[in-house]
């Protein structure tokens, strides 16, 4: 590792802009969730209609980013700054129309828009096009005018990009236990507007009392040596490379996220409150790896060596600890618990029941313990990903923005191909055994490109014993004990496995 620049620029600036994105992301999720059931109603609260919605949400934000990267390009840091404001108070505009829109009018002028599951493909991704497209280009935008030198973008990035994701962390909590529940859809989606209206103010402000172009203008600034960008190495150096890369792992993050989300699901009996509860706990994971991520990047040689080793470990430990849920004793301490309210015909009703050790033991510890560490390492990789790529402050925004349009396909095609095929065909450990054969696709081309790399070796070999040997085994071998200890729930609802 390398001795980390001083960080320019993360003073009260920084500070503010990010309290401003944290808003932004907080509003984000109060969105989704509100905005899905109330589309939900027109089109059914199946599990495709709500998989359409989701897509159709994260397709705006993917064009969203592609558009902003594209816009950002020409675009002054003060400038840039203005049209982040002016894109926070757009989306809290449309917000504050938004109820009437998608309930009275879509609801009762429009219904037969609904008629077949092609058109309200279609209408879903329509009535959504323009907030989240509005949403998804704020980043590229953000990162533009934030940006001061570039020897700390991926810190300066990944801040931005963290704290945002801690405040859709905090919205995914909010929402179902407070906003909707007290206030309802109406009120909980006029608090996500406040929310973004405050935010283009932050930045209002802050672009009012900005310098002047000439002043602010800073000299070109040298690469760090040890750069991709600025090395002849032609392995993943090309930022296109990088694009596939990033395309790749927020496939599996999002594969991983519905599988894991079964898994919880099925584990704790959900009721209306558990989604939010065990989605803050990812997003917690992934924004503090954004956050605390840049100073790691910071002292790293290889940024691609670092990426793949982050994406190679993640996919080790989700493959592990589904192994260890199947074959630990159902006798070790702590576990003992867990295994026996999954063989009870008891309902741990979250939101009416409140003991505090089972509470704790299902909705805080199982969930971190099955994803906390692989959010984390996803967060990490988004600022390694950072550091490896800028080497032009013009550029930031556009590279910012183009690399998200890449994680965001990847995310809509893994969230689609799981949660609508694989679980369905296949069931929850065949999916999870099937994604670690596709993840040692990160160790191999690290060995291809990195030679026999001990640590990127360890990872491949750790990932084929568990494909070969752990999870498969206990499935196929131990198919009961399989069946017993991760799809308990499915028997007392009359589920198959395959369903689960």
């Not at 973008?153 to 007290?182: D, E, K």
Request: charged share 10%; proline share 5%; aromatic share 10%.
């Amino acid at each position: 590792m390398t001795p980390a620049p001083k960080v320019r620029g993360a003073g009260s600036s920084l500070l503010l802009l990010s309290g401003a994105f944290g808003l932004s992301g907080a509003a984000a999720l109060v969105y989704q969730v509100a905005w899905q059931r109330i589309l939900a109603l027109h089109s059914g609260v199946g599990i495709y209609s709500v998989a359409v919605i989701v897509a159709a949400f994260m397709g705006g934000l993917g064009l969203g980013s592609y558009w902003g990267g594209r816009l950002v390009t020409r675009t002054r840091p003060d400038a840039a700054l203005l049209w982040f404001a002016g894109l926070e108070l757009l989306v809290g505009a449309f917000a504050l129309i938004s109820c009437p829109l998608y309930y009275d009018w879509l609801g009762s002028q429009a219904a037969w828009l609904y008629a077949s599951l092609g058109r309200s493909v279609v209408c879903h991704f329509v009535a959504l096009l323009v907030p989240t497209s509005l949403m998804g280009m704020s980043l590229p935008f953000l990162a533009q005018a934030a940006v001061e030198d570039l020897r700390v973008a991926c810190q300066t990035i990944g801040i931005l990009y963290g704290v945002n994701i801690l405040g859709a962390a905090a919205g995914a909590l909010l929402t179902p236990w407070l906003l909707i529940r007290f206030l309802g859809i109406d009120g909980a989606v006029q608090v996500g507007a406040a929310a973004n209206l405050t935010a283009g103010i932050i930045a209002l402000a802050l672009w009012r009392l900005s310098p002047p172009p000439s002043q602010a203008a800073s000299p070109p600034q040298p690469l760090l040596a040890t750069s991709p960008a600025a090395s002849t190495a032609s392995h993943g150096s090309r930022f296109g490379s990088w694009m596939m890369l990033y395309s790749l792992s927020g496939f599996f993050a999002l594969a991983l996220e519905i599988a894991w989300f079964r898994v919880i699901d099925v584990a704790v009996r959900s009721t209306a409150f558990t989604f939010g509860s065990v989605l803050a706990i990812y997003l917690l994971g992934l924004g503090l790896g954004c956050v605390f991520g840049g100073p790691f990047a910071l002292r790293i040689r290889s940024p691609l060596r670092a990426f793949l080793l982050c994406q190679t470990a993640l996919m080790t430990y989700a493959g592990g600890v589904v192994w260890l849920l199947v074959n630990v004793p159902a006798t070790l301490p702590g576990y003992a618990e867990l295994f026996q309210y999954w063989t009870s015909a008891d309902v741990f009703e979250l939101g009416i029941d409140w003991n505090g050790k089972r509470l704790a033991m299902l909705y805080l510890l199982l969930p971190a313990v099955l994803y906390g560490p692989p959010t984390v390492l996803m967060g990490l990789s988004f600022a390694v990903l950072q550091r490896a790529v800028h080497d032009d402050r013009q550029t930031t925004g556009r590279k910012v923005g183009f690399l998200q349009t890449a994680n965001i396909l990847g995310n809509v095609v893994g969230s689609l191909l799981v949660g609508l095929l694989l679980m369905h065909w296949l069931g929850t450990p065949e999916t999870f055994r099937l994604l670690l054969v596709g993840g040692l696709a990160f160790p191999l081309l690290g060995l291809r490109w990195f030679g026999w790399d001990r640590s990127l070796l360890a990872g491949a070999v750790g990932l084929a014993a568990l494909v070969a040997g752990g999870v498969w085994t206990g499935v196929v071998v131990h198919r009961n004990r399989a069946e017993q200890r991760i799809a308990i729930l499915p028997y007392h609802l009359g589920l198959s496995m395959r369903g689960s």
